[in-house]
Every structure is written in structure tokens, then in C-alpha cells.
């Protein structure tokens, strides 16, 4: 289960789209930056889901392209059996966005899930519009097309929002091996939420604002799931689960028009909230992720606010397409990573078994895990009103001032890259972005320290098996 927002640049303040959300999924979580490559005209990728997945599959191969694009995004160790590493999307240096949500088909349409499906799954597919797509939707027609020519592996259904400055796209992938899928077009008077992925009434042919393929509406009255008779054809009540749009969005989506309608609009702090309030966010969120949709001088300058866990707990910190590395802290570690609960930082046993290597470097364990950290802090303050009133001040606070420095840094690297110091712009992002992670993990490790040292000495560590958390409206 995830959560993603788009809102449009007509309703902010700076003019400018946003997309936000979050992936939730309890294992490790990391942030990746991603090279341009190019490839060889015979390369290929393997995709879709093995046997061991929980709607099992047949892993095959597909042509690669022969670039693919730079773009940096967060990676997670386990879902449902989808072969690692997965991923729910992230941004590319064409200015694309992409996030991943589930939206489930109904049940018919699992059912008929063949055992031997094939085709790309749902991280394979929000990584190769990220590799891809120039456009949103461009990233929407890739998948259509990889879906017809490829097929589709699915858990049961899922959907996409992908964005880029112009507009935005809610695409839904169905369960059912018939090669169906729908989008709907969002643009810049829009607030849409998903939590799930969900489409309502769509037209009887494709336009503007739906696409979908031919044999969509076809396909469900051949299989009983829609009488053409009744009129317009509504997605979720004919094809995903029939409930409609949830509780949790609703309200969402209602609090953020309210936002909008000031004179003042939507700022970078009610994105940031839109993601963070204790109403949405809690321990199933694994990271949370704000995306600013515009188009600066440089590519190499475009950027995610990106937190290591839920961002109610933890700030969100500005990472750049042109940055070199991630901060050690916010890489790969072997906290909550699948598999490395069977595996040693020694290689005695590499050539009968590599499996039983661990697949985290030995130098980047010994660093502080940010998700094994923020983890702590999140749970301190959930067991205390006080702390929790402390952290969220303090990380709010912490989010301002490094929104007061960042134009700063934009603009030093801006100078850089017009002046041709392509290298020392790239090294001048990397170390702004590192230093505010930095600070982050260090601020987050004295909180805990300071929390646990409270709570402990007040008798007041929650040792119980029911965890306590504020109340989420979903």
C-alpha cells in the first residue's frame, strides 16, 4: 500500500506542479542515484515475477534501449515476493516523475490471473519510464506499449501516477493476464490523491484526458463485468475493487482545495504536510518523497525532498539529479533488508554458496543506519505526547532553514554549470545534499538519545506488544 499527491502549478504559490508520497512496505528502504548508460543494440533485461512470488510467474527478457536516463530513486528489498531490488519511483533528468500505488482489480480478474504470467511487473515498470519516458505521457504510452507486447505481471493490480511540469496521468494496471490498463490526464487546476489508485467513469473511446486500449470496455462485457446497457462505464465498480475513493483521500484532497483557495495558495510547507500529518503517516510509511515539476537551466539541478522514513518523523532533505553520491547514512544497509538475516560479512563459504555473503559493503555497515535511527526516533515519540510535539517542531523548523539555504545553493551551482565547472557544480550539490543529510542523522541521533534517556528514567518504555501510534484515517 502507498500514497501519492499531485497538485497543480495553478494552485501554488511558486507556479510550480508538485507530486508527493510515500511507499509502504516494512522492508529496508534506500536512495540511489542513477547514471545515463548506454547499451549495446542486442541488450536485454530481465522482468516480471518468478515462482516464488505470491501470484507466481515466469521471469523473461526484453529489449533494452540503447540509453537510458539518469534519474534517482528510492529501492526496497521485499514485496509480495517481487524479485529485489524494487522500486516505486522516483525522478529523471528529463523532469519525469513516477509513483507507485496499488489499486486492486476485482476479484474475477485475479482469479483468472494465469500461474505462468509474464511481462513486466510494477517495479520494472516505474523504473523503465524513469529510464525512458521524456514526458508523462510518454511514460504512460510506454507502459501500454510493454504491456501489449510484453504482458503484465501482477500481485492483484496496481496503478501509476507519473507527472512531469505540464501534467500528470493516474494510470491503472489490471490483474487478469488480459493485457488492460486506463489513464486518466490531470492538469494544472488538479489535486488528485491516490490511496488507492482509482479511475471513475471514463468515455466509450479514448481522448484527451483517458487513454486506454482498444478491447478495454470489450473485454469486460465478453466477461460478464459490464452491462453496455447501464450506461457509462465506471473503472473501479466494473474492473478494480468497487469501493470507490477512500476516506483518507477525500479528506486529503479536501484539506489541500482549502489551501488553494487562500490568496496565499499552496506553499512547500503544505506539500510537506500533505505527507507528513499524523492523520496519513505512520510506521507502514518506509520513506516519503516531494518532487518539484518544473524545468530549471540545468537538468542537473532538478530534485526530490526525500526522507528516510515516514516524513512525519523524519524531515524531508533536498537530493539533485546532478549530485555524485548519496550520503552513507541513506544507502543500502542490512536493517530490515530481506535476506540478510542468512548472510555474513565473511566469505569462507562464497564459492559453495555466494548467498551467504552479505550484500551490504562492510564499510557502509559500520556507518548509522538513517531508517535504523529514525525507526528509534519514531517510536520514541510515539509512546510519549510531549516528544512527539518535540520531534515534529523540531523537524518542521529544521525543513525551513534548509529551504531558506537551498536557493543558495542552486544558484552557486547554477554559476558553475554556465560557467562550464560541470564537475565542480556536480561536487557542490553532493556536498550540500550530504551535509544537510548529515544533519539530519546527527539531529535525529540526539534526539533519540535525549528521548530514550526520558522515557526510560520515567518508567515510561512501552514494552507491551501493542505498540501505540497516533490515530491515521487509513
Partial sequence: MSY??????????DGIAYIAGYGDEPSSHWLGVHPRQTHAPDARITVGVGAEA???GRR????????????????????????????????????????????????????MTPADQTGPNYSDLARLVLERARTAREGVELIGQLIA??????????????????????????????????????????????????IGRIPTEPDDTFLFPPHLIRTAVELGLHDPATGQFDVNTVLGDGKGRWEGVTWIETEMRARAARPEKIGLADVFWSISTEWLTG???GYGQVVPLHHPRHDALRMMWHAPIGPGMAPLVPVFLGQSSVHDGFVQHRYLTTGESARFMDDRKKEKNPDTV????????????????????????????????EVCKHWRMFEENMTADLADA?????????????????SHLT?????????????????????????????????SLTPLAPHQKW
Avoid at 496496481?158 to 493476464?177: K, L
Avoid at 555497515?365 to 510535539?389: G, N, P
Wanted: aromatic share 8%.
Fill in 410 to 426: 542552486c544558484r552557486i551551482a547554477e554559476v558553475l554549470f554556465e560557467a562550464g565547472e560541470h564537475r565542480l557544480a556536480s
Fill in 149 to 198: 507486447e510484453h504482458g503484465y505481471s501482477t500481485y492483484g493490480g496496481n496503478s501509476h501516477m507519473i507527472a512531469d511540469p505540464d501534467e500528470a496521468w493516474v494510470i491503472i494496471e489490471f490483474a487478469g493476464g488480459r493485457k488492460l490498463w486506463v489513464a486518466e490526464r490531470l492538469g494544472p487546476d488538479d489535486i488528485r490523491a491516490s490511496r488507492p489508485g482509482h
Fill in 358 to 389: 552479505s550484500q551490504v559493503p562492510q564499510g557502509i555497515e559500520v556507518c548509522d543506519s538513517a531508517v535504523y535511527q529514525f525507526k528509534r526516533l519514531m517510536h520514541l515519540a510515539y509512546q510519549d505526547a510531549t516528544v512527539l510535539e
Fill in 60 to 111: 523473461t527478457q526484453i529489449p533494452q534501449v540503447s540509453e537510458t536516463a539518469r534519474n534517482i530513486r528510492v529501492s526496497y528489498s521485499y514485496y509480495l515476493g517481487v524479485p529485489a531490488p524494487i522500486t516505486n519511483g522516483g525522478l529523471n533528468e528529463y523532469g519525469v516523475a513516477v509513483r507507485d500505488i496499488w489499486s486492486s482489480s476485482c476479484q474475477a480478474l485475479v482469479a
Fill in 4 to 13: 501519492s499527491i499531485y497538485i497543480g502549478r495553478n494552485l501554488t504559490r
Fill in 54 to 56: 505470491d501470484m507466481p
Fill in 431 to 463: 556536498k550540500a545534499s550530504h551535509g544537510w543529510l548529515d544533519k539530519a542523522l546527527r539531529d535525529c541521533i540526539a534526539l533519540v538519545n535525549s528521548a530514550y534517556t526520558r522515557l526510560e528514567t520515567a518508567r515510561a518504555l512501552n514494552k
Fill in 283 to 285: 510506521d507502514t510509511a
